[in-house]
T-cell receptor, first 112, second 115 residues
């Protein structure tokens, strides 16, 4: 089954405690991206990757890091989380021709 | 600037009736893709329908159709014969050809289907 898997699904942490949200896809998609969803703002892109070792900033990259060492994995790293990073996070991979996004189930992060 | 605008924060529709969710977009690209995604209360994002900018016919997928008016830069989603399970948040999105391969989302429209 084609899927994007992200973990953890829910996380409560404290300010400054580094965390990583993992993302893995099994569709051999080259393009992957991270979004955050906040009420009234829709989904905003944090980072994206067009292939292994190729990453670039989206619209709201501050406070986040990513890496793409393997095609299937695209982890999101919060080095020093702050309360304004409390949000619902989605990882997605993209079909090449149409650009349709396949989303993970979402990770709800709360930073206290 | 590339942008998606959804002007209806919330809408109600009676079960079995049709409903139109509005979406306008802004891009100077000639080639782009338009999408609609559904987000039920469980939170996952579900792809509904895709329209390419060069497609001459409006896209349809079951009860979903995309009313594409290129000159007006609108890409409205029409849901026919609404069902209770259609109650969800709906996002319009655009994949322009320039600007870093990003997909841009609107703020969403929350649809409530009444029995």
């Amino acid at each position: 089954e084609a899927q994007v898997t992200q973990n953890p699904r829910y996380l409560i942490t404290v300010t400054g405690k580094k965390l990583t949200v993992t993302c893995s896809q099994n569709m051999n998609h080259e393009y992957m991206s991270w979004y955050r969803q906040d009420p009234g703002l829709g989904l905003r892109q944090i980072y994206y990757s067009m292939n292994v070792e190729v990453t670039d900033k989206g619209d709201v990259p501050e406070g986040y890091k990513v890496s793409r060492k393997e095609k299937r994995n695209f982890p999101l790293i919060l080095e020093s989380p702050s309360p304004n990073q409390t949000s619902l996070y989605f990882c997605a991979s993209r079909r090449l021709i149409t650009g349709e996004l396949f989303f993970g189930e979402g990770s709800r992060l709360t930073v206290l | 600037a590339q942008k998606i605008t959804q002007t209806q924060p919330g809408m109600f529709v009676q079960e079995k009736e049709a409903v139109t969710l509005d979406c306008t977009y802004d891009t100077s690209d000639q080639s782009y893709g338009l999408f609609w995604y559904k987000q039920p209360s469980s939170g996952e994002m579900i792809f509904l329908i895709y329209q390419g900018s060069y497609d001459e016919q409006n896209a349809t997928e079951g009860r979903y159709s995309l009313n594409f008016q290129k000159a007006r830069k609108s890409a409205n989603l029409v849901i026919s014969a609404s069902q209770l399970g259609d109650s969800a948040m709906y996002f319009c999105a655009m994949r322009p050809n320039t600007g870093g391969f990003k997909t841009i989302f609107g703020a969403g429209t929350r649809l409530f289907v009444k029995a």
